[in-house]
């Protein structure tokens, strides 16, 4: 156990911060924006303070790091097991920062404040334990604790069809957990492990016999890829983005949807690898799928946020492509889609509040020359589709390059496909661009306020990392490279 519990500190933070929320009146609104936010932010400097000692070479980012380990059950070898290795530090840096921007961006909340936050804070403990978590156990806790807050902040918080879509959300997900459930159980029994730790998991999954990994790697994957989501199990994702208020889109798409992808990458596909062997041609083929229905889907909307969801299942797509190529090249490509998609998606998210907030419409038709009303917020509107378009010298070309560059040796034939559907992605991209930018600002518009400085201190460090990491992503990718290198190792080692 590392002498400082940094990795508690980072993931029970928000927790803490929740039960003061408790004890305060739900009358003080700014009292409790306040101190939701500040216990967002405990995290993101705990992940500051590790991400400066793998700077100062304090920590090998291949393997674990900041360890805790706890015996917790010890009859069944279930552990308080918390660590991090590159690929998980990038993500948790990630998905703290999501939770400030979050935060910041649910000032407008006014309704049933206190309830609200105390969601969005759990909700974060939820996915920084996804991260941390090194025992099964423990991550299938933390793995629902995300899943239940946001059920409901969709439900009570959304807009039209809130409860349809919370409910879509929860069952797709909880059924999909359920097999996971399964899928851990019996990996559980069949390795005769006397442990739940997932590096020692993943290691024993490799010698079953073929036919038992067919089916662990079934139950994996069904409990993931809905999470991606993947094609054809993506269906909830369009209803929830919709009708979800505007922060709770950006955590989904910034970052819930990246749990899916580091389960399949840190558990599904290292634990059976002759599985995904066996099914690796089929898993490329659904990526690319998903990357071609999710920009046709995407160009035929009018509603703004539908748009950007379909655009996160063709972006997830890559992620999915670039796995299943299992090359380093492939692999460091989909860890930087994830991280680029999640910020990117988030950018776009909070445009289309701030626009939703002005215009009381999604509606793109109802939007014309906004450039001209709002110089400010569609320079940042405008910088998220060049990203989200893969426009180079922003982190989305660098994401897509490295991905369909790694696959091309594997997949020729789906990378050109994938490829060409990029033209499609810049398409809607433009095409939402156009709608909503351009033209002749419709005069009963005039006088709509720009972006205030509380939306733009979201907005701000996301543009910013976008660019950075757009020119330099080597401060990302050697975070991660160890890992990726360990990971596709076991891919083909057998």
Sequence with gaps: MSMMPLLSLIVWSPVVGAL???????????????????????PLLGVAVALASWAAGGMDGTSLGWVEKVRWMPSLGISYYLGVDGLSLALLALAALIGVVAAIASYGIDHRAKEYFVALLLMQTGVLGVFSAQDLILFYFFWELSLIPMYFIISIWGHGRKEYSAIKFIIYTMVASLIMLVGILALYFLTGARTFAIPELVQLGGALPFRWQLWLFAAFFLGFAVKVPVWPLHTWLPDAHVDAPTPGSVVLAAVLLKLGAYGLIRIAFPAFPAAFHHWQGLLALLGVVGIVYGALTALGQRDLKKLIAYSSVSHMGFVLLGFAAATPLAITGAVFQ?????????????????????????????????????????????????????????????????????????????????????????????????????????????????VTPRELTSLVPLAALVVVLGVLPFLAVNLYEGPVLKIMARLGGF
């Design 20 to 42: 003061i929320l408790l004890l305060l009146p739900s009358h003080q609104v700014k009292a409790l924006r306040a101190v939701a936010t500040a216990f967002m932010a405990i």
């Design 338 to 450: 994830m991280i680029s998609h999640g910020l990117i998606a988030a950018m776009l998210f909070l445009m289309a509040g701030v626009f939703l907030d002005r215009f009381h419409t999604r509606d793109m038709q109802a939007f014309s020359g906004l450039y001209t009303l709002m110089p400010v917020g569609s320079t940042f509107m405008a910088l998220a589709a060049f990203a989200n378009l893969g426009l180079p010298f922003l982190s989305g070309f660098i994401a897509e390059f490295f991905t369909l560059l790694g696959a091309y040796p594997v997949f020729p034939q789906l990378v050109w496909i994938a490829a060409g559907a990029l033209l499609l992605t810049a398409a809607f991209n433009i095409y939402m661009m156009q709608r909503i930018l351009m033209g002749k600002p419709r005069w009963e518009h005039e006088g709509i306020p720009d």
